[in-house]
């Protein structure tokens, strides 16, 4: 069974910064896009920073410059650092991942979710 553990959210203030984790365990052949998903109360769900295998990126608009998505392949981890948060980017965090397990076809993974909230 393929699982994605979050870790790494929390209460931070206006202008401080955060860093994410999530780890991918289980029976896994490779990993191919990772990446983090943030749902406000009240809102649809939004690609906050995506990662593919080979280290391309593509940002929310309104994160860049101020978030850094990264991976460790060999510790099937993804990480987003956050600097500069703002009250808008208060929000639970969700990793994501395309995962290829063993002996299995490519599915869609979803982590529990993490809460960020950024006081002013």
């Known amino acids: 069974q393929v699982q994605l553990v979050e870790s790494g959210g929390g209460l931070v203030q206006v202008g401080g910064s955060l860093r994410l984790s999530c780890a991918a365990s289980?029976?896994?052949?490779?990993?191919?896009?990772m990446g983090w998903y943030r749902q406000a109360p009240g809102k649809q769900r939004e690609m906050v920073a995506v990662?593919?295998?080979?280290?391309?990126?593509n940002y929310l608009d309104s994160v860049k410059g101020r978030f850094t998505v990264s991976r460790d392949n060999a510790k099937n981890t993804v990480y987003l650092q956050m600097n500069s948060l703002k009250p808008e980017d208060t929000a639970v965090y969700y990793c994501?991942?395309?995962?290829?397990?063993?002996?299995?076809?490519?599915?869609?993974?979803w982590g529990q979710g993490t809460q960020v909230t950024v006081s002013s």
């Open positions: 994501n991942a395309n995962i290829i397990g063993v002996a299995a076809l490519p599915g869609w993974y």
């Open positions: 990662i593919t295998s080979g280290g391309s990126t």
């Open positions: 289980g029976r896994i052949f490779s990993i191919n896009d």
